[in-house]
């Protein structure tokens, strides 16, 4: 099997008034007509669970319902073989010079690694008749305002 190589872009910096993507001087101009999009989703490293103890978690109970198993392919766990997270996050300002994204939240840690941004594209990354499990029930159906916030 070829190995494979991913590379950090950049990082979660977080303080308590904003939330910012920081990027590494080589990717600044990747940034370029990302501030013609509403949201970006944001690929990133889980890294308080790269060990390989949390890596080989496969079932987990849901901390957001009491009770419910489920396997990592069927939640956001940020324990699973590769502790890959994605979060659609609404941009607040983007400064391409200092290749900073202002989002209005994101549920990574400070300095989680960034490994890539999309664009959010509606006729890509939305489904009309999507189904969930029941354990979803009462959830809001669209992304908040303020985005997803990480509670400390």
């Known amino acids: 099997m070829k190995e494979m190589k991913i590379r950090s872009i950049g990082n979660v910096v977080r303080s308590k008034n904003e ?3 920081k990027l590494e001087e080589k990717y600044k101009s990747g940034l370029t007509s990302l501030d013609k999009f509403s949201h970006v989703i944001v690929v990133w490293w889980a890294d308080g669970h790269e060990d ?3 890596r080989q978690i496969l ?3 849901l901390p957001y319902a009491a ?3 489920a396997g990592v392919f069927a939640c956001r766990a940020e324990y699973r ?6 979060t659609v996050c609404p941009i607040k300002e983007i400064d391409q010079e200092s290749g900073i994204v202002k989002i209005a939240g994101i549920d990574a840690r400070d ?19 999507s ?3 029941e354990w979803f029930d009462g959830w ?12 400390y």
């Open 111 to 129: 300095n989680s690694k960034i490994l890539d941004l999309k664009p959010y594209i509606p006729v890509c990354d939305r489904v009309n008749d």
């Open 67 to 69: 009770g419910e198993k």
């Open 131 to 133: 189904r969930i499990p």
């Open 81 to 86: 073989p590769n502790p890959i997270a994605i």
């Open 140 to 151: 809001p159906l669209e992304l908040p305002e303020n985005g997803l916030q990480l509670e």
């Open 59 to 61: 079932v987990t109970e």
């Open 19 to 21: 939330v910012l993507l």
């Open 52 to 54: 390989e103890q949390s």
